[in-house]
């Protein structure tokens, strides 16, 4: 069976030619096995600098769009508006499209799935979900049963850059951000992945992925490092966790899943303790094989570029996604319907209402900030949102999610402690 | 589309009812969206009770092999050579097999992938590398590309145990070997563990996968941790290492492989170094992606019933192991041309040709052992095994591979330390 007969060969419209674009046009030149090439490169600026010959380049997208040879589109712009129309034009001309934009896929995500379906054509997307950790891949094709019973993952290697900086070199959290944007690793406004919108958009992809679970990312809860403070930091390290931003899933006894992105508490026997920096890393939990975990870059243009360079290659053996869960089981439902434990620090008893906790379990203050550990029903922080007020901050314990709780109903601070701190 | 349409019903017949097996049936009897059912299960001892119908059950092979009706062999039995008649013989009746015999797999594997194409009937074996973890159908879906760097990994959880208590309790390797035993993590005869046997295999199997290479397991150099010693294992503390059993290729800049099993000294920093105990655990090296950790764990009856649970479920899609390195590219060599650092230990000077160094860069003696840090070309290795000789112990260096190494020729100990040992 010789090359040909086995496989497509590539013909490739590329938008954008930023560090990824770049990167993969230059992998695709040297490496003549991924039976892969470049056509015609879309571009928003004609008269910058390129490091490939003039005429790859073009600034007319239906150049690409339109032209019958281009089997493959791959969109690596950052505009989610503009890489919609792309992607959606390109489905239905029937080109396999390869995306990384996280943000249009999580927002646009059942529609994206239905023109794949009506149009017979694969659409694939592992760079946008912690770049190089082939996360999107395994809970279609190894987790593809149901005995998925949760994963938690570390999926936005700026925020987890500063949270390693603050916890490693105790310096304060505005420190930490600046540095994180020297380094490279926070866009000059951060505030995407800092208030925790990035992390939710990649849980919301991969809620599709493992549980069949199709929702917009903001009908999740998330919450992000924005409140933090470095008391919380300082409460962290006492108790012996670190602090990380986790985006969770799991699965309830009922059979359905609570999801949400937002600050935990990690003891040091957890895999993700050990993911620093700019790294990512997910671990799973399956009812048989206990947990498992994967851990890479997750971002920066390298990584990317290999996590499309992926999805290339399986372009040429004809792969698509399948959605198993959503299509050929009866997918699981999201619910609101369990307990958490969770930390709340603020600096004003009248910011919280902490009558509503179902039973609080211990409580201090000092004179800069007061903390509250207590268990809250998670329908509480659907309902109301005082807890991501500023100078509110809230922090989820290690196995925060209590499935068969029984509520109390004791939520109420003894009155000496009130009295303290008013 | 239903999932009739979609999915092929999988009729099994089953090989062995040991704890993957009676597992593997509980959960197929309690998950029906698997549309998978055991039709009949092979057994050795006919008279064991079983916590299943006893028409179930078998003592004779043909039963399940001449049952048209059944469409899945799994093979879950001991025995190598049974397993591989089994297995062979479901294969050219166009059964689909699942088998987690990692001895046999890798000891026939170039029959078994001739057998696969012949017969056109797919076999899936991700049970006999690291159980739990996804490996074998990661390199051969998300690393199908050439710019795999190289693989280390922790494959041998009864060694990890071993060598986990021996550095973080300090007591002796038999010690440590009997207690691996009471916990069920090490065989009554230990030897294809103790000695890198297991290892091997599954670095055989890893290489078909990884690079294409189709090689005998024994015709790769390997050993184990049947020679180490307390003073190897305070040697490495004094260093700062933990000393793990790690199988590795890498491919050199000539594009050829180089591949091993043996003790290595692990940094901290190292995602190895994280491994603890029974668990195990893969670094990837791409050229894009840096590095990339799986880890899970690699033994036991749930972790193993969980990735034969998952070969079913891609059975289902009719998925097959394409073997892309091997089929559609030009595959690696593999080599024996590359220097290597390593640290060898022993008693008697006699007994390492020291002057087969091509440069020894640490020396030191106490009133037990010798330790010789240097470099070597690996061929020595291949060629003699004074290195495997009981009281002599061999640890390789971290980044022991040494690819562009330029040949000195100093090897030869200073007189005075010869006079020493001697």
């Known amino acids: 069976m010789s090359i040909q007969e086995q496989q497509t060969k590539l013909n490739i419209g590329l938008f954008g030619f930023g560090v990824v674009g770049e990167g993969l046009y230059k992998v695709l030149e040297h490496t003549p096995t991924l039976n892969a090439q470049i056509k015609k490169v879309c571009i928003r600026h004609p008269h910058k600098k390129r490091n490939a010959p003039a005429e790859l380049f073009t600034t007319d997208a239906d150049l690409l769009l339109n032209d019958d040879s281009i089997n493959v589109i791959i969109e690596l712009i950052d505009d989610s508006a503009a890489a919609y129309n792309i992607v959606t034009t390109a489905l239905r001309k029937k080109k396999a499209v390869v995306s990384a934009n996280k ?34 891949r395994n809970l279609e094709e190894y987790y593809d049963n149901d005995l998925l019973q949760g994963l938690s993952g570390i999926v936005n290697g700026s925020t987890n850059y500063i949270l390693t900086k603050v916890s490693k070199e105790r310096i304060s959290f505005n420190d930490a951000l600046k540095q994180a944007q020297e380094a490279g690793f926070a866009e000059s406004d951060p505030s995407l992945d800092v208030n925790g919108i990035d992390a939710v958009n990649k849980l919301s992809i991969l809620l599709a ?78 009812s048989l094989a206990d947990k498992q975990f994967f851990y890479g870059k997750g971002a920066g243009g390298f990584p990317t570029a290999s996590a499309v360079l992926s999805d290339l290659s399986a372009l040429r053996y004809n792969y698509k996604y399948e959605y198993k869960k959503l299509r050929y089981q009866v997918p699981s439902a999201l619910t609101d319907d369990f307990y958490v434990k969770v930390c709340i620090s603020f600096k004003a008893l009248l910011q919280v209402p902490h009558e509503r906790f179902d039973k609080i379990l211990e409580w201090s203050s000092n004179e800069q900030r007061c903390h509250v550990t207590g268990i809250l029903h998670f329908s509480e922080l659907v309902k109301s949102n005082w807890w991501k007020q500023p100078n509110v901050s809230i922090v989820f314990y290690p196995d925060a999610i209590i499935d068969n709780y029984v509520p109390e109903k004791t939520g109420v601070l003894q009155e000496e402690f009130v009295e303290q701190l008013c």
């Open 209 to 286: 992925h493992a549980y069949g679970i199709i929702t917009p990312p903001d009908a999740l809860i998330h919450t992000g490092i924005q409140n933090l403070n470095n008391d919380d930091a300082i409460f962290a390290k006492e108790k012996g966790y670190e602090i990380k931003l986790v985006a969770q899933a799991r699965k309830l006894a009922d059979g359905n899943i609570a999801a949400f992105v937002a600050p935990q508490f990690i003891e040091s026997d957890n895999q993700l303790a050990s993911v620093k920096n700019e790294y990512n890393g997910v671990v799973i939990e399956s």
């Open 103 to 136: 943000k249009m896929i999580a927002e646009h995500i059942e529609e994206l799935i239905a023109l794949q379906l009506l149009f017979d054509v694969p659409f694939l997307y592992e760079a946008a979900c912690c770049a190089s950790i082939p996360i999107i």
